[in-house]
Nanobody, 114 residues
Framework: QVQVVESGGGLVQAGGSLSLSCAVS????????MGWHRQAPGKQRELVAG???????HYADSVKGRFTISRDNAQNTVNLQMNSLRPEDTAVYYC????????WGQGTQVTVSS
């Protein structure tokens, strides 16, 4: 059974930075894409960034140039470096890992103050 655990959320002022990490354990040999979604209060979950096993990444337009996703296939981890944070980035960030099914972490809170 695949398990997904996030860490690194917190409170930061606008313009600051945070780094999120995600560790995946279990039956990882079927994993393809990994990445992050986020959900703000009262809003739907949206894709933030994703990365495949070959290192090809994609980003939501709202975070391009500010966020960087990376992946270590050997350790089954994915990282999201978030720079130049804005109040509208405030959300619960969820790590995902696609295998036979799409697996989700429990979420980590990111709060950006003005």
């Amino acid at each position: 059974q695949v398990q997904v655990v996030e860490s690194g959320g917190g409170l930061v002022q606008a313009g600051g930075s945070l780094s999120l990490s995600c560790a995946v354990s279990g039956s990882t040999f079927t994993l393809n894409a990994m990445g992050w979604h986020r959900q703000a209060p009262g809003k739907q979950r949206e894709l933030v960034a994703g990365i495949d096993r070959r290192g090809k990444s994609h980003y939501a337009d709202s975070v391009k140039g500010r966020f960087t996703i990376s992946r270590d296939n050997a350790q089954n981890t994915v990282n999201l470096q978030m720079n130049s944070l804005r109040p509208e980035d405030t959300a619960v960030y969820y790590c995902f890992a696609d295998g036979r099914d799409k697996h989700w972490g429990q979420g980590t809170q990111v709060t950006v103050s003005s």
